[in-house]
Nanobody, 124 residues
Framework: QVQLVESGGGLVQAGGSLRLSCAAS????????MGWFRQAPGKEREFVAA????????YYRDFAKGRFTISRDNAKNTAYLQMNSLKPEDTAVYYC?????????????????WGQGTQVTVSS
């Protein structure tokens, strides 16, 4: 089992920045990739970015490229999502999730463990 706890959400004006954190505990040695997803009101949850724990290979959705940066600190078992130039359409609950073993990148069902989510609200 792996437990994930997100933090860092909040209210920010358009153009501002936030850094989300996702702290992992438990059987962290089994983690292979950490992903960030988001769900806006009335919409389906969508993939944002992911990073491999070994090697730090990153993946981004097009809307995140150039504005968001995913990173991880293996010593702290923590992943981060730095979000810059935020837009009102970035408003959503942001979730971190991790998969173990061989797993895909963007599909939710590839990720076995999820955090509780953190609200990000961007005002115009």
């Amino acid at each position: 089992q792996v437990q994930l706890v997100e933090s860092g959400g909040g209210l920010v004006q358009a153009g501002g920045s936030l850094r989300l954190s996702c702290a992992a505990s438990g059987r962290t040695f089994t983690m292979s990739r950490m992903g960030w997803f988001r769900q806006a009101p009335g919409k389906e949850r969508e993939f944002v970015a992911a990073i491999t724990w070994i090697g730090g290979v990153t993946y981004y959705r097009d809307f995140a490229k150039g504005r968001f940066t995913i990173s991880r600190d293996n010593a702290k078992n923590t992943a981060y999502l730095q979000m810059n130039s935020l837009k009102p359409e970035d408003t959503a609950v942001y979730y971190c999730a991790t998969c173990t073993g061989t797993c895909g990148i963007v599909r939710e069902n590839e990720y076995a463990y999820w955090g509780q989510g953190t609200q990000v609200t961007v005002s115009s």
